[in-house]
């Protein structure tokens, strides 16, 4: 998932300095939701292995 964040961001800055700030924009957008969805799994998968007494690292 952190991967198609980066893939949508690289795609955004392309975007925007070909001047389609239409296509940037979505892809931002896409690529900011994509990273927080990533950051909020992360953090749970932490928590649950913690919570089950496994190493978090």
């Known amino acids: 998932m952190l991967g ?3 893939v949508f961001a690289v795609l955004a800055l392309a ?3 070909l001047g389609f700030m239409g ?3 979505l892809a931002a957008t896409i690529a ?3 990273f927080v969805l990533f950051l909020v799994l992360l953090v749970a998968s ?3 292995r ?3 007494g496994q ?3």
Do not use: H, P
Request: charged fraction near 10%; proline fraction near 0%.
């Open 4 to 6: 198609w964040a980066i």
């Open 15 to 17: 975007a925007g300095y």
């Open 23 to 25: 296509l940037a924009g």
């Open 32 to 34: 900011k939701i994509l």
């Open 46 to 48: 932490f928590v649950v």
């Open 50 to 52: 913690a919570i089950r």
């Open 55 to 57: 190493s978090v690292v």
